[in-house]
């Protein structure tokens, strides 16, 4: 009798782990070794030599994982022939294959219609043509892609940048043509596409690999190269669309502000011409259309536009004051913490593209006397009139809190508004949390974490007694929109603005619109930051990107579901980054108990979610014993975090809304100024 139940448990437990009836793998690595020439090294792949993922048989080059085959490596074996991508596709468990240094030739094998791959490598083959433009569509769990030293041609497929959650991308020694697409996925860290014939500006997004990265590509320009883009380089990078958008964006901005400028200027002298140049001087400026132009005419030049606008922003100089006049297009002062600057010196400064943000784009400006500032475009903030402009930005120029980045200054226009706040040199947590693992990310022990999680709770309590009256007081709170100061001390970014964005955007571009009840029932309540602030708690405890953040692409990890099954089963350690246990390990209590809070603050069930003050209360109580723990225990990580912060203070990094993923190693030595442009 027992026998018989171990016996059917035994055959339940294969069923579980061996999901494809193995005698079918066989059968499929034969197929795939009938459409090989030349395998000879593959004698042990033969019809006599039972399953491949049995105790009793070797496969040469075949790996498995759970009874099946996970992986293909098959290497410098001399093999030729048309790769049987169709019977691949019968192995589900195939995870890897790596053909590399072999004879193969011809198109890109069809790899495509394996989803699951996470890893190909074919490199050192001699594949030729060009890779379709959407071949890596669904590619959103490709992590290591090598198609170096082959002879691949024409453009760099724009699809890589639906491979989310790639890792290391190799391109070298190819012939690839064009632009380089932009790739901003934060956990891209080893990238290479020297020798090639790539052309135009490197996008931001990738400025931190080495140059040798790039080497190689006499058209390419920009950081970390040593040639600046100018006219024709940057001309030609805009045909490539995005790969040009850094570059595009900057002069799009220059632009506007030098239309600004001129229009100023010539409503001193004649206001007859206002309407005129403003419609004229001011580029169509929608980002997305514009790129989308550029693209489908390459001809038409970011140059030619600059050259156009030269002689109207020339005659504007210096002489438009800022100040505290409530003029359209003059800089409004709302918080001199950091002294007043007007217009004409924002326009002389060195100014460095920083990306583009759901709600607009960015660009960092370095003063003359060392102030380095954030101007945010904002082209979906049309919804209020001036007035009750002017006075929600006057109420947020007043905030003063630790934990909240006040804005400085603005600028109002019909169409567009410009935002000015402080440049904070490390950059967002999105970025240092799963960005590029450098100081700042080894910093981020479990005292630094717990710190930012307070000053994130306490920030969004203030905003919440402050903005009461706007029904999601931040209403857009996520990894990107926090950044760090040089002591790790959390500063919330792009707060109060739902009165302010035009209503079909928010929903689109504001975080906040992701809570449950918004999503199911369109409810807006101040509840929907307090599930924000949860995904950012658990988002810090597990060191995991929500895939909440990453819109319609799929990656990430789901953190609410994970999260409410680690609680409803009892093990919420289960969660935690391992990282931020080690050294703190009598604090995995507390480390438990913050997840249970992060899972209160997702509770799906908003009447149940507690308020900002008491999601507040909760986490300083957590806090609070941790640290009581650690003064008790004299913990000796202590000194050791400490002298790991200090080093982590370089400065780097961009900031803001969807910008906190890029960063620009170099900060701009002797970057152009604005009028430089002009
Ligand atoms: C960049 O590459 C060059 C040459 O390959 C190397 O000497 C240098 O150390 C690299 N720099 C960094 C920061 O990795
Ligand atoms: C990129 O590849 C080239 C070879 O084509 C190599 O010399 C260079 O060091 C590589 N750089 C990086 C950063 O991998």
Not at 499 to 517: C, D, G, I, R, W
Not at 543 to 558: A, C, F, M, Q, V
């Amino acid at each position: 009798m027992a026998m018989a139940v171990a016996i059917a448990l035994f055959s339940f437990l294969v069923l579980l782990v061996a999901p494809v009836a193995v005698a079918d793998e066989a059968e499929v690595l034969l197929l795939l070794k009938a459409s090989l020439t030349n395998a000879n090294a593959l004698s042990s792949w033969s019809p006599g030599n039972g399953v491949p993922c049995s105790h009793t048989s070797s496969w040469d080059g075949v790996t498995c994982d759970a009874g099946a085959v996970a992986s293909l490596r098959l290497a410098g074996l001399g093999l030729s022939g048309s790769i049987d991508v169709n019977a691949l596709a019968r192995l589900p468990g195939l995870r890897s294959i790596s053909l590399d240094d072999n004879s193969f030739s011809g198109p890109i094998p069809p790899f495509s219609r394996l989803h699951a791959l996470k890893s190909i490598y074919i490199s050192g083959n001699s594949f030729s043509g060009q890779i379709p433009d959407d071949f890596f569509i669904a590619a959103s769990h490709l992590k290591k892609l090598w198609l170096s030293n082959n002879a691949f041609e024409g453009s760099i497929p724009s699809s890589l940048s639906k491979a989310v959650s790639l890792i290391e991308l190799h391109l070298e020694g190819n012939h690839f043509t064009g632009g380089i697409p932009n790739l901003p996925m934060p956990t891209l860290a080893s990238f290479n596409v020297s020798k090639n014939q790539l052309s135009g500006p490197i996008p931001s997004s990738l400025r931190k690999f080495n140059a040798s990265a790039f080497a190689g590509n006499v058209g390419l320009c920009g950081p970390p190269l040593e040639n600046i883009c100018v006219g024709a380089a940057a001309a030609a990078g805009a045909s490539s669309g995005s790969s040009a958008a850094a570059v595009g964006l900057l002069l799009v901005i220059i632009l506007a502000l030098g239309g600004v400028m001129a229009v100023a200027a010539k409503r001193r002298n004649n206001s007859g011409f206002k309407t005129l140049s403003l419609e004229h001087v001011t580029p169509g400026i929608d980002m997305a259309e514009r790129r989308e132009r550029e693209a489908q005419q390459p001809e038409v030049t970011t140059s030619a536009a600059v050259a156009e606008s030269t002689g109207k922003g020339k005659r504007s100089s210096s002489s438009v004051k800022g100040g505290r006049g409530s003029g359209e297009n003059e800089l409004v002062m709302v918080n001199e913490a950091k002294g007043t600057f007007v217009l004409s010196n924002l326009m002389k400064a060195a100014a460095e593209a920083m990306g583009n943000g759901g709600m607009g784009s960015a660009y960092k400006a370095v003063m003359a006397n060392g102030l380095t500032l954030v101007v945010k475009r904002m082209n979906e903030m049309n919804r209020v009139g001036k007035e009750t402009f002017e006075v929600e930005m006057r109420r947020l120029g007043r905030l003063s809190h630790p934990n909240v980045l006040p804005l400085l200054a603005y600028l109002y226009r019909k169409d567009k508004k410009l935002l000015i706040s402080e440049y904070i040199p490390k950059g967002s947590l999105l970025y240092i949390l799963h960005g590029d693992r450098g100081k700042d990310h080894a910093a981020l022990n479990w005292p630094t974490r717990l710190k930012i999680i307070r000053g994130i709770a306490q920030g969004m309590a203030f905003l919440h007694s402050e903005l009461n009256f706007i029904v999601i007081p931040h209403g857009n709170l996520k990894s990107a929109n926090v950044l760090l100061g040089p002591d790790f001390d959390p500063l919330l970014v792009d707060y109060g603005f739902l009165p302010l964005v035009n209503p079909s955007h928010a929903s689109q571009t504001m975080f906040a619109f992701k809570s449950p009840e918004i999503l199911v029932n369109r409810h807006l309540s101040p509840k929907a930051d307090v599930y924000c602030l949860g995904i950012i708690v658990l988002e810090l405890l597990s060191g995991k990107i929500p895939s909440l953040y990453l819109n319609d692409t799929k990656g990430g990890t789901d953190l609410e579901r994970w999260t409410n099954s680690v609680v409803a089963e009892n093990i919420p350690w289960s969660i935690i980054d391992p990282f931020i246990t080690q050294g703190f390990k009598s604090e995995v209590f507390e480390m438990e108990q913050m997840v249970r809070v992060g899972a209160e603050l997702i509770d799906a069930d908003m009447d149940r979610r507690p308020d900002m003050k008491e999601a507040a209360r909760r986490i300083e109580e957590v806090a609070e014993k941790a640290e009581g723990r650690r003064k008790e225990d004299g913990s000796a990580s202590a000194g050791l975090n400490e002298s790991l912060m200090r080093e982590a203070q370089t400065p780097a990094g961009l900031s803001g809304d969807g910008v906190g993923v890029r960063r620009t190693a170099n900060t701009p030595k002797r970057s152009k100024s604005i009028e430089d442009y002009l």
